[in-house]
């Protein structure tokens, strides 16, 4: 029979095993393949400035084309985004064209005509499922 100090110690550690399971689980970006991200959405462009403003690939931003940013997918990237929210899992195609977006553990900003088309808009975030159509060439394209 094992004492009480036995049990005791043993569900310490199976405790701490439990909460450090919990803290770890976090609603980071999480890459399943090389073309295939989830994460958090956002949209920009709506009376926020951006518009008409040139992008990290050199085009023209113009909200109501559909356009993302991503911190790191090469620009010129088409992807598909998917809203995981949504019962009908809304879906477009989008040019990866800037850089961003900047606020917490987003990993898509998408313009306002995508956001719409997604069914975001009037929320501001959506979880998305973004899988990489065509890798871009990274290349800045002055208009």
């Not at 023209?60 to 559909?66: D, K, S, V």
Request: aromatic share 10%; proline share 3%.
């Amino acid at each position: 029979m094992q004492s009480k100090a036995t049990i005791l110690s043993y569900s310490i550690f199976l405790l701490a095993n439990i909460i450090i399971f919990i803290f770890s689980c976090t609603a980071s970006p999480r890459y399943t393949s090389l073309k295939t991200i989830y994460g958090i959405s956002s949209h920009y462009g709506h009376n926020d400035g951006f518009h008409g403003k040139r992008t990290a690939n050199g085009e023209i931003f113009n909200h109501n084309r559909l356009s993302a940013a991503h911190k790191t997918l090469p620009l010129n990237s088409i992807v598909r985004v998917t809203n995981l929210d949504r019962l009908t899992k809304p879906s477009v195609t989008l040019k990866i064209n800037d850089r961003g977006p900047y606020v917490g553990d987003r990993v898509l900003d998408c313009s306002t005509a995508a956001a719409k088309k997604l069914g975001f808009f009037e929320k501001g975030t959506a979880n998305v499922k973004i899988e990489v159509i065509k890798w871009g060439d990274n290349k800045y394209h002055k208009q």
